[in-house]
């Protein structure tokens, strides 16, 4: 079974705006990380918060971390058709493991 | 440098079978860990895979096995294959197991159990 939700589990928008994705976990993590992934195929990294960090920034991401909720969101600026993918949130637990345990996932459709 | 791959990236099979799949590391990982991906049940985590040991498994039965080898690729198996085991098998390499490394994932193998 999956450690995290992620809502909205679709989001349909146009180009331009932005994407909110949030994620709820259960469990004391070590971190939080998104993936994305096209169309079934492989998971691309894309941003890594520790649990001591509150919000970190790569180009258009921006990825908040509230531990006392136990939730994270993911935010996606200016979106871009390319960006039409389905965006997971994954938890690592407490000790020495890579182990992720992933949330459901967002379906997010920018359109043009 | 070469990213993650997989091999096969698809394959049939019938119940009953037996079904190897391969994951070769981005050169100079050691660590690979498997992936199993479905619409009903999402990504699972099976088995966790550094210098030749099996760290960590998931919860699957033991139809659902893995190996890794010297040079660090790994291969899981699954016997008996069911219907429910038809998935999007997914391997990803990082140098060192932890919660702090980057994992790559390569383009999976989509199994069809038939």
């Known amino acids: 079974s999956q450690q995290g939700e992620e809502d909205p589990q679709a989001l349909s928008i146009q180009e331009g705006e932005n994407a909110t994705m949030n994620c709820s976990y259960k469990?004391?993590?070590?971190?939080l990380q998104w993936y994305r992934q096209n169309s079934g195929r492989g998971l691309v990294h894309l941003i890594l918060?520790?649990?001591?960090?509150r919000e970190k920034h790569s180009g258009r991401l921006r990825v908040t971390l509230d531990t006392s909720k136990k939730s994270s969101s993911l935010l996606i600026t200016a979106s871009r058709a390319a960006d039409t993918a389905s965006y997971f949130c994954a938890t690592i637990g407490t000790g020495n493991t890579g182990k992720l345990i992933f949330g459901q996932g967002t379906t997010l459709q920018v359109k043009p | 440098k070469a990213g993650v791959t997989q091999t096969p990236r698809y394959l049939i099979k019938t119940r009953g079978q037996q079904v190897t799949l391969s994951c070769s590391p981005i050169?100079?990982?050691?660590?690979v860990s498997w992936y199993q991906q479905t619409p009903g049940q999402g990504l699972q985590f099976l088995f966790e895979?550094?210098?030749?040991?099996?760290?960590n498994k998931g919860n699957f039965p033991g139809r659902f096995s893995g190996r890794q080898f010297s040079n660090s690729r790994s291969e899981m198996n699954v016997s008996t294959l069911e219907l429910g085991d038809s998935a999007l098998y997914l391997c990803a390499s990082s140098f060192v197991p932890g919660p702090q490394e980057t994992q790559y994932f390569g383009p999976g193998t989509r199994l069809l159990v038939l």
């Open positions: 050169s100079g990982h050691r660590s």
């Open positions: 895979y550094f210098s030749e040991t099996q760290r």
């Open positions: 469990t004391s993590i070590n971190n």
């Open positions: 918060i520790r649990s001591n960090e």
